[in-house]
């Protein structure tokens, strides 16, 4: 099983940027893709990207494309994941969460979690 913990989190001005960090650990760590998704009150939990074990394929939502970017760092029973965010609004205001899971190709999200892969969440808060 994957255990994974978020941080970066944080207050910003929109415009501004921040960059969210997830530590997953386990021995299959990385053989997982890994995606990050988001909450915002009184919203259901939303896709926002995935990328695949090796890091080589990125999958983005279109509300995010272009101003975010999804990346990880594979090493030994430790895999950590990022997620660049640029160009901040005030509608990316949500509680951010990592999760382990697989690709779904061609479908929308692109993205499955595993049962029981997520991570506590961080939030971020974008003022106007």
């Known amino acids: 099983q994957v255990q994974l913990v978020e941080s970066g989190g944080g207050l910003v001005q929109a415009g501004g940027s921040l960059r969210l960090s997830c530590a997953a650990s386990g021995r299959t760590a990385s053989n997982y893709a890994m995606g990050w998704f988001r909450q915002a009150p009184g919203k259901e939990r939303e896709f926002v990207a995935a990328?695949?074990?090796?890091?080589?394929?990125?999958?983005?939502a279109d509300s995010v494309k272009a101003r975010f970017t999804i990346s990880r760092d594979n090493a030994k029973n430790t895999v950590t994941v990022y997620l660049q965010m640029n160009s901040l609004k005030p509608e990316d205001t949500a509680v951010y969460y990592c999760?382990?899971?697989?690709?779904?190709?061609?479908?929308?999200?692109?993205?499955?979690?595993?049962?029981?892969?997520w991570g506590q969440g961080t939030q971020v808060t974008v003022s106007s």
């Open positions: 990328i695949n074990f090796s890091g080589g394929s990125t999958f983005y």
């Open positions: 999760a382990a899971g697989t690709i779904r190709w061609g479908s929308a999200p692109p993205f499955r979690a595993q049962d029981n892969s």
